[in-house]
């Protein structure tokens, strides 16, 4: 085991994983990451703690996290560079660590300019790619990005973010290869509303052998209403809506449970996907639902299996 | 080349108050090229500064004089006897400039009327793109000749973020997305396995954030 996180151990005894989401508020009240900590305890194997997400400040990922771990749920902790330089990352890894965190997500992050303090300097000293590389230095060899020894290794489970709808097409699997060479142990896809798409991107990446050496997770989400259906057809960028499900929203006389549907039904095809290790639902804001999703795809974590 | 725009007029004007003598220092190269602060449009920030004053009644003269490059003291060093006449100096140069005439005349008042933005390439016609932001470490011989560290928004060396979509830059669909455009190019050159390489952490001790550069040419006498 790299990291014995309760993730890790469910996807390599080839058990199908579920995370999910749980995102910290813009206050310093600890109750609303404990109360969504227990919404989500038994419906996840993991739940990823956003990092100041779309680039919009809130309470920190390692202390949210660390909130998470008392409450008996696993976290996986989200890093992203835009916030960061090498040096400040390197310091809340192992501090992470040290407080228990045991799966890491490396992500380059959203640009500043799409949160509420534009006028941010962005760090970007380093991308996704190299704090991959970076972290997995640090566990499997002991070393900071200098080279100096460290004393400790964090011992944590290395995952990232890919998504097979943004451009150019060809270079997404590409991309990922480049990450799982890094080091990474598994990824998390943005939303799949598309599942033909995503389909052709799990053919290049079996064919570039990702598959064999990273476990995937296909990224899910429940729309709430047509309106939320077209804003991320229309608004967020990396996104890929087909009209059919914004008309499936718009014509729906309950559209919160016609999103529950359309996302089981994604669940339905997305696991039959040769290469996929799980589902990570992003049930942003309706942490509720993902209870829901669950029996209504007869799935249970994996960790809930053993 | 280096662009400079200039500052909105009221910004400018602010700058002089209460000073009575005005030289408007024009610099007649890179500036001069992109049509901001040349000779022509020195002259026209100060016609601009007389009328304004003149409704105002604010008394004293505004001059203009323009040097073939504000980055050089052989250049500065003509223009004393103007300068020497005036209150304040206002440089129509790339930030550059107004910091030269501070080094050489340092007991004078000196206010920047541009802003200082890229180092481009004219792209076309009158549009000026961001190729180069001088990071000292030049790595476009592992990107097909193109630089993602000037033209990506993240400085992103490995490849695109998940926000690139039809060529465009997540950030604003007007910014073509870089590493579209180092695809496309090492794809049609037959390159495309250098992008699998992974390029590591960038030295950035050799960009300005390792402190300010000094460049010295040994062996040569003035």
């Known amino acids: ?306 | 080349m280096i662009t400079a725009e200039r500052k909105n007029f009221e910004e400018i004007r602010r700058m002089t108050d209460g000073h009575r003598n005005i030289l408007v220092a024009g610099c007649n190269t890179c500036v001069a090229v992109c049509l901001t602060g040349g000779e022509k449009e020195a002259e026209r920030l100060a016609a601009q500064l007389r009328i304004a004053r003149e409704r105002d009644g604010i008394e004293g003269n505004v001059e203009t004089v323009t040097v073939l490059r504000q980055c050089e003291n052989e250049y500065l060093d003509s223009i004393g006897e103007e300068v020497g006449r005036a209150d304040l100096v206002l440089s129509t140069a790339c930030s550059i400039g107004p910091q030269g005439l501070v080094f050489r005349y340092p007991k004078k008042l000196v206010m920047p009327a541009m802003n200082t933005n890229t180092l481009g390439y004219v792209v076309r016609h009158h549009e000026w793109f961001d190729y180069c932001i001088a990071c000292g470490d030049c790595i476009i011989g592992l990107t097909g000749g193109i630089c993602p560290v000037a033209r990506c928004a993240k400085k992103l060396l490995n490849g695109p973020c998940g926000g690139s979509q039809q060529g465009r830059c997540e950030v604003s669909a007007d910014i073509p997305c870089v590493w579209q455009e180092i695809y496309d190019r090492l794809a049609a050159i037959g390159q495309l396995d250098t992008l699998r390489k992974i390029i590591g952490p960038k030295n950035w001790d050799a960009s300005n954030s390792g402190g300010p550069r000094i460049m010295k040419k040994e062996g040569f006498k003035p």
């Not at chain 1, 085991?1 to 390599?12: A, C, F, N, R, Y």
């Not at chain 1, 400790?152 to 991309?175: C, H, M, Q, S, T």
């Not at chain 1, 598994?186 to 991107?201: A, G, M, S």
Request: hydrophobic residues 45%; glycine residues 8%.
């Open chain 1, 1 to 306: 085991m790299k990291s014995g996180s309760k993730l890790e151990q469910v996807l390599s005894a080839g058990r199908f994983a579920v995370t999910a989401e749980l995102g910290p508020p813009k206050g310093a009240d600890p109750r609303v990451i404990i109360d969504k900590a227990k919404l989500l305890k038994g419906s996840a194997d993991a739940v990823n703690i956003t990092d100041n997400q779309t680039a919009i400040a809130r309470m920190c990922s390692m202390a949210a996290a660390k909130l998470v771990v008392e409450q008996g749920l696993e976290p996986i902790m989200q890093m992203t560079c835009r916030d960061r330089n090498r040096l400040a990352i390197q310091a809340d890894i192992l501090g992470a660590a040290a407080l228990g965190v045991k799966n890491l997500l490396c992500l380059t992050g959203d640009h500043q300019s799409f949160g509420n303090h534009r006028e941010a300097v962005g760090v970007f000293d380093l991308d996704s790619v190299m704090l991959i590389g970076m972290v997995k230095n640090m566990r499997d060899e002991g070393i900071f990005q200098n080279g100096e020894e460290l004393t400790a290794p964090p011992k944590l489970f290395i995952g990232a973010a890919a998504n097979p709808y943004a451009d150019p097409f060809p270079f997404r699997a590409i991309r990922l290869a480049k990450k799982v060479d890094a080091g990474l142990d598994f990824v998390q896809t943005q939303i799949i509303y598309n599942v033909e798409k995503f389909e052709q991107f799990m053919a290049q990446c079996r064919e570039l052998g990702v598959t064999e050496r990273c476990k995937i997770l296909a990224g899910v989400a429940p729309l709430k209403s047509a309106g939320m259906a077209k804003y991320m057809k229309n608004r967020v960028a990396g996104m890929d809506v087909p009209d059919t499900v914004v008309e499936r929203m718009g014509a729906a006389e309950d559209s919160q449970s016609e999103g529950i549907d359309i996302c089981v039904e994604i669940i339905d095809r997305v696991r039959r996907v040769e290469g996929v290790a799980g589902v990570h639902i992003m049930a942003v804001e309706w942490e509720e639902a993902v209870p829901e999703i669950l029996s209504r795809a007869g799935l249970r974590p994996g960790s809930a299996e053993a």
